[in-house]
């Protein structure tokens, strides 16, 4: 079976996901960015179960956040938005790093290729991170609003559904 074959057969695959937003300044009336990907994904079928906005640090409340969702029967797929950066108190990525068990390389890497495109050698800056925690896919994606509808639109609406069906296999 082809890709093709293998992506219509995902059409009909739905979850639920965690949105997490880090940051400091933001609150969930302010967080365009967190809204967006919740509107993204119910758009194309999913819902939202689980949606936080936590300060960028410490990073413990994080990585209790993360685990609470990966143990969670009600999220299949987790998205964090924010704490990507370079800034001492960006700790997402290493956070997000720790619970993956198959790192998904090429999503980083597609992320900053299309980043590029839009904003230039800034994009070397991204820490943009996917991968599989516990069969259940995990994004880390910068907090700007641009960053988050580029890789949703771009990246993971395209390939989630054929993701969760791969990893709902037996």
Aim: net charge neutral.
């Amino acid at each position: 079976m082809g890709i093709e074959e293998h992506k219509a057969q995902a059409e009909s695959v739905t979850a639920k996901f965690a949105v997490i937003t880090l940051s400091d300044t933001r609150t969930p009336d302010s967080d365009i960015s967190g809204q967006t990907i919740s509107k993204l994904l119910t758009g194309d079928g999913h819902t939202v179960s689980y949606y936080k906005v936590l300060p960028d640090y410490p990073a413990e409340q994080l990585s209790a956040t993360l685990e609470n969702c990966l143990m969670n029967n009600d999220v299949h797929a987790i998205i964090t938005n924010g704490g990507t950066g370079v800034y001492k108190r960006d700790l997402a990525i290493p956070e997000v790093e720790k619970i993956i068990d198959t790192p998904l390389p090429g999503f980083g890497e597609l992320f900053r290729m299309l980043s590029y495109e839009q904003i230039g050698s800034s994009a070397m800056l991204s820490r943009a991170v996917g991968g599989v925690a516990k069969r259940k896919p995990v994004f880390a994606l910068p907090g700007s609003t641009k960053a988050v509808e580029l890789a949703m639109t771009k990246i993971i609406l395209p390939e989630v559904k054929h993701m969760l069906l791969e990893l709902r296999k037996k």
